[in-house]
């Protein structure tokens, strides 16, 4: 059992930065893929959170959604039980609550972008980008 706990959202102009970070409890976090995903305000109902980035437990790999890459980086310290995500050059269309995601399903080479592929979830922290 993992628990997260996001921060780092806020109120922020077009062009500009925010760093999330996701806290996670456990001794076994070093072993987990994370990630990050997405829910716009308006998203149909039903609809699955958006995959934002994802990162495998060492570190060594990444990935990210097309809609983000080169403005968002996803990074994590296992000595601090801590993903981040740095997003810069933020859009309006970034507004959303952001979720930190753990995946305790030891992967090679493969990074899951699926939101049910992921068993654990933080509560979100809402990130809001004004034009």
């Known amino acids: 059992q993992v628990q997260l706990v996001e921060s780092g959202g806020g109120l922020v102009q077009a062009g500009g930065s925010l760093r999330l970070s996701c806290a996670a409890s456990g001794r076994t976090f070093s072993s987990y893929t994370m990630g990050w995903f997405r829910q716009a305000p308006r998203q149909a109902p039903g609809k699955e959170r958006e995959?934002?980035?994802?990162?495998?437990?060492?570190?060594?790999?990444?990935s990210y959604a097309a809609s983000v890459k080169g403005r968002f980086t996803i990074s994590r310290d296992n000595a601090k039980n801590t993903v981040y995500l740095q997003m810069n050059s933020l859009e309006p269309e970034d507004t959303a609550v952001y979720y930190c995601?753990?995946?305790?399903?030891?992967?090679?080479?493969?990074?899951?972008?699926?939101?049910?592929?992921?068993?654990?979830w933080g509560q979100g922290t809402q990130v809001t980008v004004s034009s």
């Open positions: 995601a753990a995946d305790a399903t030891w992967y090679s080479g493969y990074l899951p972008a699926a939101a049910g592929e992921y068993e654990y």
């Open positions: 995959f934002v980035a994802a990162i495998s437990w060492s570190g060594r790999s990444t």
